[in-house]
């Protein structure tokens, strides 16, 4: 079998197998990004939107923020819409002038892999890792199947960053892990819309009909959710029915229409929480969907998986170049602390918006958490700040 030979393997190159790589290969640790998918296909999977303030530095820091402090629309507040009113959430102003920035996940992708390629740095499409061996001896290696057949990787480290359908959380032997899960009784519909939005601010919403969402990717492009059933399907969901459930749900004195246009790409995501532990066995470390998921209520996702990943190169960087193993020891309690909370306000927001269609006193404690959210300063002041900037250094 062909062999190579790297300092780190990354598997995944979604934003955190891509944001590592690019940080190693600044600071001239050797890499290779093995993706299993084609680059199409990655750089047009839609998802995130909002990035917070924290990680639009790290992005910037890592020389990754140029397009997207240009093209990315820095916004200062949110809406709480519920009843059919909405109540703005003055984010900058609780947060001593933090910003969050709406800039599509798939841009960031494309970003980073245009600077790999620039580079030179060794990033490989349609090449899946099937075996990861070696965790605890004095070299690990990665088996790919790629587009020219089977090779092997080996290498100092191994960095899980495949995401919540890989392999990588498969290598952590099963006695040692520890698997934490919520799933919950409705998913989103997400549709992409050639339509100036018709609002300047992202609105969660809460109806009784169900969760929507508006929110947006640039002037001309609107990014809307609905909070649907778990067996609903795509079929049943006209783009008729779509925008009069959207108009529904959404509707306020001053917007009773909002603007409609083309659906450009639509999808069901069902909505679940999952933390793995640990987040390191041996030679291999987890970092973004591959060890947590969050539901995208509070859009932490994409945040929290760059933010184990400013983590995770910090300890290499500090075993590779200066033989200092501390910061990997620490790794996996490190990104745990802050992964829970990132969970605990992703639950909070996801159940807060989320009107549950049998159980009234649910429907009430929810009622009562918004009024709250809008009406105490020290309740809208934790909401900001966790919002714009949770998983802050
Ligand atoms: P990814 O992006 O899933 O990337 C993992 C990559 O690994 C590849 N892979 C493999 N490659 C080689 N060999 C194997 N054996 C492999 N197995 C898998 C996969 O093909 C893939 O390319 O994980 P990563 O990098 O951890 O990034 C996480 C984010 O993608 C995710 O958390 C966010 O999209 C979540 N999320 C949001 N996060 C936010 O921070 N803000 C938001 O506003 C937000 N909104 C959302 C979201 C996720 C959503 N969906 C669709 C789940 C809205 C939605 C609707
Ligand atoms: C998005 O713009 O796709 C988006 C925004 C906020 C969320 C989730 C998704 O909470």
């Known amino acids: 079998m062909r062999e190579l030979r ?25 890499s290779i990004v093995l993706e299993r998918r084609g680059r199409e296909y990655v750089e047009k999977r839609v998802r995130a939107g909002v990035i917070e303030y924290g990680i639009a530095n790290l992005l910037e820091e890592a020389g990754a923020g140029e397009r997207m402090r240009r093209e990315g629309l820095e916004h200062h507040g949110v809406e709480l819409r519920f009843n059919n009113v909405s109540h703005r959430i003055a984010l900058s102003e609780l947060s001593e002038g933090k910003t969050i920035t709406v800039y599509g996940q798939q841009e960031v992708v494309k970003d980073l892999i245009d600077l790999r390629l620039a580079a030179g740095a060794p990033l490989q499409f349609d090449s899946e890792v099937t075996a990861i061996e070696g965790l605890q001896s004095q070299r690990a290696s990665v088996v790919v199947n790629g587009v020219e057949g089977e090779f092997r990787v080996t290498c100092d480290f191994v960095a899980g960053c495949d995401g919540s359908f890989g392999v990588a959380n498969t290598a ?14 409705f998913s989103w519909l997400g549709i992409l819309a050639e339509a100036a939005p018709a609002t300047d601010e992202l609105i969660y919403c809460r109806h009784e009909n169900g969760f929507a969402l508006y929110s947006l990717r640039s002037p001309t492009l609107s990014r ?13 969901w006209s783009d008729g029915r779509i925008w009069d459930e959207l108009n529904t749900r959404l509707a306020t004195e001053e917007m009773p229409e909002i603007s409609q246009g083309p659906i450009i790409e639509r999808s069901i995501t069902a909505m679940r929480s999952v933390v793995v532990e640990p987040m390191r066995f041996g030679r291999l470390f987890l970092a973004g969907d591959a060890a947590h998921i969050v539901p995208p209520t509070g859009a932490k996702g994409m945040n929290l998986a760059l933010a184990d990943v400013r983590v995770l190169f910090q300890a290499l960087r500090a075993q590779l170049t200066e033989g200092d193993s501390q910061l990997i020891d620490s790794y996996s309690a490190t990104c745990l ?3 829970w909370r990132a969970e605990e306000f992703s639950n909070y927001m996801t159940q807060m918006l989320h009107p549950s269609y049998e159980d009234d006193f649910e429907n009430g404690v929810q009622m009562a958490r918004l009024r709250q959210a809008v009406t105490s300063k020290e309740a809208s ?13």
């Open 381 to 393: 002041t934790v909401l900001a700040r966790n919002y714009v900037d949770l998983n802050s250094a």
């Open 172 to 185: 952590i032997p099963k006695s040692l892990l520890r698997r934490h899960e919520r799933t919950y009784p």
């Open 337 to 339: 602390e802050r992964v």
């Open 224 to 236: 809307l959710y609905l909070g649907v059933r778990p067996d609903e399907t795509l079929e049943q």
């Open 6 to 30: 790297t300092q780190v393997a990354i598997i995944g190159a979604g934003p955190a197998g891509l944001l590592l790589g690019q940080m190693l290969q600044r600071d001239g640790i050797e």
